[in-house]
């Protein structure tokens, strides 16, 4: 109760417009009603009554009876309209400001924390979980209303008859020990039921992604099945949630009633010896009938709290969530190729770090416990083209990450024309920096927006991106060239095509440091090499570090850095590695012995 109370004060803060609007609609719908208990009295003792006993009726106190009855439901009427639509626009701006906040939160906050979470999850926190935390705005200006309307008629109830009121107010402390006991039952089963739908989100999510594995094994069925067992799973949590509603719901609806048949019969009893007036007996079942009302909006409320605190709790642990990068004021400097350099880096990825490896860490058991980098030491001078080569697992996707900031390290430093790359103002990182991934992420858009991402860039500036990304000809053969939409995740091309779209995008912006982490390994060797070629011919203003694996790439390069279990094994030029470091040879000729040995053998 003390969450949800913190809850709907939080509500009200957010949105105080919209819910003054629907409180004072639902205060005038709460003074009208209780008002049209009193006429409706009145015109019972002083219409009906006398109409039957004289036997013809007064057509002037009709006409006022008729008039006072018109007005008061009119501006009940009056009364809904502004409680409801103050509630709507309460519930919708709120779960809006939220939605918005938590999108900021999640751009925010680093890579290392999006991998701790799954997509699932952080799409029910954006969607789910909000609607569940502000679905109680709709009936709060409902609730300020009844509890006007319950003050105004308890007041009314004691001066009428305070032996008949106080028949009728035990059903409060019934309520209250109905709605203690099943609060804190709904509240467990409502978490359960959030976390469900996080769960059957994800699933469902990652059967999209892997579409194409899915068919080409054969797994619709084990998909099916999964999918199923998740969604069996959350229909379980959320019968199991309504169960409780369906014993709370009707108890909170019955209570009332059970109290007006009490008051009626006891009612009935007092006009009987005298006490009471039938006008008064009449205005007092109205007002009690009001009284029920409240209790029912009430129940509503209290019924709906649980899963308004569990969704809250769940969005606020992403509001509260730390680790945001802080970026400096730095602007970066000079039209050139930035000087580039790592100095003592080291940095081990969060399910693996080893207190031997990085003080103040915890230790694990993990086998792989080298996932990451140590001690990682060179400088790259501005315009040069570096080659970090490697085996798989080495580091080199790492060493990417850290000169493009997508986390920090975690000892040394990473420069920036000399500074800390952490110095550098978050507009002159994009504006400076960019890199190109294996794994090229297109937007559904046309190829012109794949490429400008909403920046304003001219068609010659387009199309000489695309030309130095030996894209330039393909596209123009799709059917409406850069104005061809690629759909979701560039799905009508292919990963070599997909690739160069997302190189040009980069070349575009002219990057003073380009990283490309194996970013034509989709392509041929032929286009690759074209692509490499054209870099150095075009006079980028870029230092390119390039993570290859093909010797035609590799021999492309000005300097190679060899990289094995996350240190820097050997520096040096192609040539010079090939010849003085065996296991570098080893790695970048594999391919061509494997190729010879395989000719041999179909010899």
Known sequence: MRRGLRLIGLALREAPKPFTVGGLGAGLYAGMTVLSAVVLGWVTDEVIRPAFDAGEVDRGLLWLAVGALVGVGTLKATGVIGRRLGAYAAQYRLQSIYRRRVTRQYLKLPIEWHRRHSTGELLSNANADIESAFFIAAPLPMSFGASVML?????????????????????????????????????????????????????????????VVVKTLGREGAETRR??????????????????????????????????LAVLIVGAWRVGSGDLSAGDLVQFAYLFRLVALPMRVFGWLLGELPRAVVGHERVEKVLLAEGEMEYGTAIGSG????????????????????????????????????????DVTFEVAPGRTIAVVGPTGSGKSTIAALLVRLFDPHLGEVDF????????????????????????????????GNITLGSDFGDDEVRWAARLA???????????????????????????????????????????????????????????????????????????????????????????????????????????????????????????????SGSEVSA
């Open 335 to 374: 039209d050139a190729g930035a000087a580039t350099a790592f100095d003592a880096v080291a940095y081990q990825h969060p399910a693996t770090v080893r207190e031997d490896l990085l003080p103040g860490t915890t230790a694990t058991d993990d086998a792989d416990h080298t996932r990451g980098v140590q």
């Open 151 to 211: 003050i105004v008629t308890a007041v009314l109830l004691l001066v009428t008859d305070p032996f008949l009121a106080a028949i009728g107010f035990t059903v409060g402390p019934a309520i209250a020990a109905v709605n203690w006991y099943f609060a804190r039952r709904m509240r467990l089963a409502a978490m359960d039921a959030q976390q469900k739908r996080a769960d059957v989100s994800e699933t469902a999510h990652e059967s999209f992604d892997a579409a």
């Open 417 to 448: 024309d000399g500074a800390d790359l952490r110095d550098l103002a978050r507009s002159a990182l994009s504006e400076h920096v960019a890199i190109v991934f294996q794994e090229s992420f297109l937007f559904d858009d046309t190829v012109r």
């Open 470 to 596: 030996q894209a330039d000809g393909f596209v123009e053969s799709l059917p409406d060239g850069y104005d061809t939409q690629v759909g979701e995740r560039g799905s009508t091309l292919s990963g070599g095509q997909k690739q160069r779209i997302a190189l040009a995008r980069a070349l575009i912006r002219r990057p003073r440091l380009l990283v490309l982490d194996d970013a034509t390994s989709s392509v041929d060797p032929a286009v690759e090499t074209a692509i490499l070629t054209n870099l150095s011919a075009a006079g980028l203003p870029s230092t390119v570090i390039v993570v290859a694996y093909r010797r035609s790439s590799i021999a492309l390069a000005d300097e190679v850095v060899f990289v094995r279990e996350g240190t820097i094994a050997a520096r040096g030029t192609h040539a010079d590695l090939l010849r003085d470091v065996p296991a570098y040879a080893h790695l970048v000729t594999a391919y061509e012995d494997v190729h010879a």
């Open 227 to 260: 999918f199923g067992a998740e969604s069996e799973g959350l229909r379980d949590k959320m019968i199991e949630f309504g169960r409780l509603r369906a014993a709370f719901d009707p108890l909170m609806e019955a209570l009332p009633n059970v109290a007006i």
